[in-house]
């Protein structure tokens, strides 16, 4: 049984190329996320940003739809998809860090983050914010039907 259950709701594209603006991604960058899904912000992190990326997801339907969407757009060499907790994987070489998980499991994921990543590493985290961290800023995007909450977060050590 998985540690935490958080369900799938995809990040709307429009949500993600701005969650990886906002972390001002830049090429040769390294983007992980955590929970990434069917790996459509990866997918838009490589093709307009240019960066290298890494999803960690546990549901193995979603790795195998991702993994599928990746060939199709011939970015294998730019995207890893691996299948796993990311409590148990290594984020240490992300220079951004994207997650839509929840409150809770944010809170649970912080000394991770904090004991992995470099200081300067972005983490954008869509809706839900990371407590005892404090935003560098925190942006309301408004859709006709829902408004969504993006939190950036900048790693100190």
Not at 12 to 31: D, Q
């Amino acid at each position: 049984m998985y540690r935490y259950l958080v369900p799938f709701v995809s990040t709307p594209e429009n949500v993600a190329r701005f969650m990886l603006k906002l972390a001002e991604v830049r090429p040769g960058e390294i983007v992980y996320d955590l929970g990434s899904g069917d790996g459509r912000i990866l997918i838009i992190a490589a093709k307009e940003f240019g960066a290298k990326c890494v999803g960690i997801e546990i549901r193995k339907d979603l790795v195998q739809e991702a993994i599928k969407r990746v060939k199709a757009l011939g970015l294998e060499n730019q995207i890893k998809i691996i299948h796993g907790d990311f409590f148990e994987i290594s984020i240490s070489e992300a220079d951004v860090v994207t997650m839509y998980l929840l409150t809770s499991v944010n809170e649970r994921l912080r000394p991770k983050l904090e004991k992995e990543l470099r200081p300067g590493t972005r983490v954008v985290s869509h809706d839900f914010e990371i407590p005892g961290w404090t935003p560098i800023k925190v942006i309301e995007l408004n859709e006709d039907w829902r408004n969504h909450k993006i939190y950036l977060y900048k790693v100190q050590k």
